[in-house]
Nanobody
Framework: VQLQASGGGLVQAGGSLRLSCAAT????????MGWFRQAPGKEREFVAT????????YYADSVKGRFTISRDNAKNTVYLQVSSLRPEDTAVYYC?????????????????WGQGTLVTVSS
């Protein structure tokens, strides 16, 4: 599967963006999907994950209550609504797909990665 992330940009603190990740292939609905981010000079970190059906989600504590992950299997797309943004949310955001049977939070459990989309939050 190939993944293409989009929707990043420059936003003021407190603002919102909707990130999208479009996938190719007919098996999108079988994948666990996740979002990760990598800030300058830092390691890539887990943000959120969603089950193959979309019925279950899990978030990093740092974004819980501010970010929402969702998916539309008919459109082969996963979304990340990012709200109440803070300067520390500035990072390249990556979507990823996993063939595991349940939600996972470690990057090594993901098999396919998108190219990333940059979110910059100004104070």
């Amino acid at each position: 599967v190939q993944l293409q992330a989009s929707g990043g940009g420059l936003v003021q603190a407190g603002g919102s963006l909707r990130l999208s990740c479009a996938a190719t292939g007919r098996t999108f609905s079988t994948y666990i999907m996740g979002w990760f981010r990598q800030a300058p000079g830092k390691e890539r970190e887990f943000v959120a994950t969603i089950s193959s059906s979309g019925g279950y989600t899990y978030y990093a504590d740092s974004v819980k209550g501010r970010f929402t992950i969702s998916r539309d299997n008919a459109k082969n797309t996963v979304y990340l609504q990012v709200s109440s943004l803070r300067p520390e949310d500035t990072a390249v955001y990556y979507c990823a797909a996993s063939r595991r049977s349940r939600m996972v939070v470690f990057s090594f459990d993901y098999d396919y990665w998108g190219q990333g989309t940059l979110v910059t939050v100004s104070s």
